[in-house]
């Protein structure tokens, strides 16, 4: 059976898929080149990411990211295929497909001016799933999404200031 059925196993064509969002926002005084200088280095993305220190990340040969731009994160076991599907001066996307669990979704990362020389970045997950399985993440689940995007924030902004 080819991978791209195998979804429909674990969820069944009459279940409905929602998106579930996780969002998590922070504010600073680094300007979005400096910040997407660090999102965009995908081959370094294990050194600064939480729970990113056993993925081995394979770019194509050009590794200079673009729209449409494709890569794969590696773990033992599992796997992500990634795809750029946004690419502005004020925003990144990207597509991903895991294969274990089989899950599909996007994250965005976006940043708009405020005053004072400040931006504010908001990242944004969106991971679809069932709606069955939407309707039972406890809070405690919940949470801990909430918990890592925001990690994932502070440990990306803490690479950008350190990078000059």
């Keep these: 059976m080819s991978q791209q059925y195998l979804p429909w196993i674990l969820f069944p064509a009459c279940e409905i898929m929602k998106n579930y969002k996780i969002s998590a926002i922070a504010t600073t005084k680094i300007p979005p080149e400096r910040i997407f200088a660090v999102l965009d280095d995908f ?10 220190d056993r993925v081995k990340v394979d770019l194509p040969a050009n590794p200079v990211p673009h729209l ?6 590696r773990g033992s076991v599992v796997f992500a295929d990634m795809q750029v599907i946004e690419y502005t001066p004020i ?5 991903f497909r895991i294969n274990v669990p ?4 996007i994250n965005r990362c976006s940043i708009r001016p405020l005053s004072h020389g400040r ?3 908001d990242r944004i997950d969106t991971i679809d799933l069932p709606k069955v399985v939407v309707g039972v993440l406890d809070a405690t689940q919940r949470a801990r999404f909430a918990r890592l995007a925001q990690e994932f924030l502070t440990a990306l902004l803490r690479t950008a200031e350190t990078r000059s």
């Design 43 to 52: 081959a370094n993305w294990p050194t600064w990411m939480p729970s990113f």
């Design 68 to 73: 449409n731009y494709k890569f794969r994160l």
């Design 91 to 95: 925003s990144r996307a990207t597509s």
């Design 102 to 105: 089989p899950l599909t979704g």
């Design 119 to 121: 931006y504010r970045i």
